[in-house]
């Protein structure tokens, strides 16, 4: 059977490993537009062929027709291989694959059970996942001074409830009598209890001991900032 746009649209995105929300919101479409797109009910206008072919990274071409390859969009064997332009030497970005949450932290505070609710991409923000981050991992916006200087407010950061914790990391913990997260650096001496501690050097009280009122719930891998324009 002759394929047509959407089975095309369909094979691409799960090569880059999206679902269907996710390429919605790429595209600044909903997952229904996606799935009609797929079925061949519905062909993507002329604007969302344009965000088609960057989003899968193919020709609008190869969408319509099938007859050009997206073999010929350049491909790296590894994160490491370089290419040269200008005698300059420039590393490939690292492949992103899927995209995650930004939740609030009161939601931060309730991830165990919240964490499989299907995210609505029409109210969801989504941020591109960082390379080796799990499906778990999700986003939140920095509120407060107590992380500065390193993590200003409005600092996204990326946290993975499934990477173990270890000494110098910052994470997110949880207080469990409250259910309020927090954000600090994990501290593990020698001969000395586990403490979390902000970074904020005009912070009063920085420690906090974990002990059985609070436990971490995952750890940040990644940050951005947005700049508005």
């Known amino acids: 059977m002759e394929k047509h746009i959407g089975d095309r649209i369909r094979e691409r995105r799960k090569e880059l490993g999206y679902n269907q929300p996710e390429l919605g919101k790429l595209v600044g479409r909903t997952k229904g537009a996606v799935s009609q ?10 604007d969302s062929l344009i965000k088609l072919e960057s989003a899968l990274k193919c020709s609008q071409s190869w969408l319509m027709t099938g007859k050009e390859s997206t073999s010929s969009y350049p ?7 370089l290419l040269t332009v200008n005698e300059q030497s ?17 939601q931060a505070g309730q991830w165990s059970e919240v964490c499989d609710i299907n995210h609505d991409p ?21 509120v407060g001074e107590s992380m500065l200087p390193d993590y200003p407010p ?5 946290v993975d409830p499934e990477k173990a914790a270890d000494s110098g990391d910052d994470v997110i913990a949880v207080m469990t009598e409250t259910n309020e997260a927090t954000f600090k650096r994990l501290i593990e001496e020698p001969g000395s209890p586990r403490m979390l501690k902000a970074l904020n050097p005009a912070w009063q009280n920085p420690y906090l001991q974990i002990n059985g009122s609070c436990h971490i719930i995952g750890v940040v891998i990644a940050d951005m900032r947005m700049r508005n324009r």
């Open 37 to 46: 797109w797929e079925s061949g009910q519905v062909k993507p206008d002329r």
């Open 90 to 106: 420039i590393g490939f970005a690292p492949r992103l694959q899927g995209c995650c949450p930004e939740i609030s932290w009161v």
């Open 75 to 81: 491909k790296r064997e590894s994160d490491s291989e």
């Open 122 to 142: 029409e109210t969801t923000n989504w941020f591109p996942k960082p390379p080796g981050a799990s499906d778990q991992t999700f986003v939140l916006r920095v």
């Open 154 to 158: 409005g600092r996204f950061i990326f």
